[in-house]
């Protein structure tokens, strides 16, 4: 807290901060805003005498219910709810255990392995779907969620192993010493100690995890086509601008719904995901 | 309750050849205490003896077995870490019944075991206490609730006092005894603190640069140290040295240098007649000199200019100039002294050591 003069608070500490938090709030409420608005405020122009771009007086569901209605947006729901949850599984288990090895065990080439992870999560993806495509392509997966379950992990896998990597290495060692000269082999030493300590770890990188390919755009439209097997990121997009129409209000209340899953997993989580961050573990 | 062999025992790591050739009998329900310096290898060997640390070559033994590829489990020990190691999501009572649990003990056994090492221990009121709710007294006393618990054939410590403060540290010293006598299971502890090694060892065992440099009795080094090292480190305030050239004057073995000149008696003398013309240490602990009136000289006392004065209540250690070199002296609390003033040493010719000048190995 900063200390001194009444003035200097608001100077120094609340001014700023409620400038930043406007800023950072004013799209939801732009979103929130736009998609309760009916179509003839929308298509207003700005010159006309009337024109109330931050407010409207006449708020309609009409744009939430022909969303749910008229496209298939609870259908991209699923999908994506699919998708972000198996690749989500998938790159999490895989990531508790390499993290865990990379950190713990001694092997040959293990720091050249830890690197070599590192600078594939660094290849851009638009670069990597490419030759993603042709593998696609060979296996016949295009146009199916398997095609995204399976290249999310590209980018997860190693973003999940180096935020556990991190977390594993903070507990302390002799905890699993103790546990094994306790009776407890390597795996029952993993699985007893250090994953219930590591779970605010694990959590955070499976909330990461889940927000990246919640939010996955690239992939997604490249691999799918049809309209029913599209993610709620490509199908809002691509379904609801027809060539150069853009259908503000669907449009926005799609944005808006599809915000609500991830924010709700944040605020649920908030307390494990800043713990592991600031990777705290205490004997 | 067994015993514990180390039959040449080494470790090199890529660079470092950390362990050398150590041999060591820790017999049954004895205590034995290893200490040294930091990096001396003191850790690795008990860590070899656990089963954390590979071993490059020679044999550990448990009882009658050869433990070398065993895994830490199935060695029957126990062990406490320096920072407790417990396990921070479980409560006191399931750190304590975790090694039960995981050797499939009955319900009600570990619930029997874990009560009386509690009760042993004074920690009944904390079982259902998280380690953090803990002070560093009570995190100890779980970490060794949970080594007894197990009845293991070895109890291993590494430094267990060293984080806790001045103390609480002599406390629990005592208390360590205190344990080890009542249950008598054969322990083996790491040290850097040697007051530690000679108050709870049956046993001491001292290591430098990966060499046992004496075993024996605390009394035994006290008195009988094996080199200078042993000598220098064993012992608190620290033995003094002074170098000094051996001749001999009319008949009679003498110890020379700038600031002594000690004519030594004809025992002591004859162990030193092989070293006439050489340089050798000579080593006095501060409790072995006195302040004597002075002019007289008998040929054991030396003339020395006051320069510290450290009054610790029991004793007063002065820090005195002899010649171009220091010593230190412990003297009695009542002795009215000042700084810079002349006093005379005399000292004991029954507690003289000597050290080789170059293999620094007791003559």
Redesign the interface.
């Known amino acids: 807290m900063i200390e001194g003069a009444k003035w200097r608070r608001w100077v120094y500490f609340y001014v700023p901060l409620s400038v930043f938090v406007l800023w950072l709030l004013f799209p939801f409420y732009w979103m929130l805003i736009t998609s309760v608005r009916p179509d003839r405020e929308l298509y207003r122009p700005w010159t006309a005498p009337n024109y109330a771009p931050f407010w409207t007086s006449h708020p309609t569901l009409e744009h939430v219910t022909s969303l749910l209605t008229e496209t298939l947006f609870i259908r991209w729901m699923a999908n994506t709810l699919f998708i972000a949850c198996v690749s989500t599984l998938i790159s999490l288990f895989c990531g508790v255990l390499a993290g865990y090895a990379l950190s713990r065990l001694k092997f040959r080439f293990a720091g050249t392995l830890g690197t070599g992870i590192f600078i594939t999560y660094l290849v851009p993806q638009t670069l990597l779907f490419i030759p993603l495509a042709n593998i696609i392509r060979n296996f016949e997966l295009g146009d199916t969620p398997w095609a995204l379950i399976l290249t999310y992990p590209t980018f997860l896998i190693p973003f999940c192993t180096w935020l556990l990597m991190g977390y594993f290495k903070a507990i302390p060692r002799e905890l699993e010493e103790c546990a094994r000269i306790d009776g407890a082999t390597r795996w029952k030493a993993m699985l007893y100690i250090i994953m219930p300590i590591a779970v605010p770890g694990i959590l955070s990188a499976g909330i990461f995890a889940f927000t990246l390919s919640w939010n996955e755009y690239i992939y997604a439209l490249v691999f799918l086509s049809s309209a029913e097997q599209k993610t709620v990121s490509v199908g809002v997009n691509s379904e609801l601008v027809r060539g150069d129409v853009f259908f503000w209000g669907q449009l926005m209340a799609g944005a808006l719904l599809g915000s609500v899953p991830v924010a709700f997993i944040y605020s649920f989580f908030v307390e494990y995901y800043v713990a592991g961050l600031t990777g705290s573990v205490k004997g | 309750m067994a015993r514990v062999l180390i039959r040449n025992l080494n470790k090199k790591y890529d660079e470092v050849h950390a362990v050398k050739g150590v041999n060591l009998e820790i017999r049954d329900r004895e205590f034995v205490v290893l200490v040294g310096p930091s990096g001396c290898g003191k850790t690795t060997t008990l860590r070899m003896v656990?089963?954390?640390e590979s071993i490059t070559s020679g044999d550990v033994l448990i009882g009658d077995t050869v433990v070398n590829d065993l895994?830490?489990?199935d060695?029957d020990?126990?062990?406490v870490?320096?920072?407790?190691?417990?396990?921070?999501?479980m409560s006191v009572y399931d750190n304590m019944a975790?090694?039960l649990k995981?050797?499939k003990f009955a319900r009600p056994e570990i619930e029997r075991r874990v009560r009386e090492a509690a009760d042993i221990l004074g920690i009944e009121d904390y079982l259902k206490r998280k380690?953090?709710q803990l002070s560093g007294g009570q995190r100890q006393r779980v970490a060794l609730g949970?080594a007894i618990v197990?009845h293991p054939q070895v109890f291993l410590f590494d430094e267990p006092l060293s984080n806790l403060d001045a103390k609480l540290r002599v406390q629990m010293r005592v208390e360590l005894k205190k344990l080890h006598d009542r249950l008598g299971t054969t322990a083996v502890y790491v040290t850097h603190d040697q007051v530690e090694a000679m108050t709870l060892g049956d046993r001491v065992v001292v290591m430098k640069d990966g060499l046992v440099q004496q075993v024996g009795e605390p009394l035994e080094l006290y008195n009988r140290p094996a080199n200078r090292f042993v000598a220098g480190f064993i012992g608190s305030p620290a033995m003094n040295f002074a170098k000094v050239s051996v001749a001999e004057e009319n008949g009679a073995i003498c110890a020379v240098n700038e600031g002594m000149r000690l004519t030594l008696p004809p025992l002591l003398g004859a162990r030193l007649r092989a070293h006439v013309g050489q340089e050798v240490t000579l080593g006095i602990r501060p409790e072995d000199l006195s302040v004597v009136p002075g002019g007289e000289s008998d040929g054991l006392s030396f003339p020395a200019v006051v320069e510290v004065i450290e009054r610790l209540g029991s004793q007063i250690l002065l820090d005195v100039k002899v010649g171009s070199g220091a010593m230190v002296v412990a003297v009695e609390p009542t002795m009215q002294t000042k700084v810079r003033e002349q006093l005379r040493l005399a000292l004991d010719a029954q507690r003289l050591h000597f050290f080789d000048g170059r293999s620094e190995t007791a003559i």
Request: hydrophobic content about 40%.
């Open positions: 656990a089963g954390l895994p830490p489990m060695r020990i126990a062990m870490f320096q920072n407790y190691a417990l396990y921070p999501h975790f090694g995981m050797r380690p953090r949970r197990r």
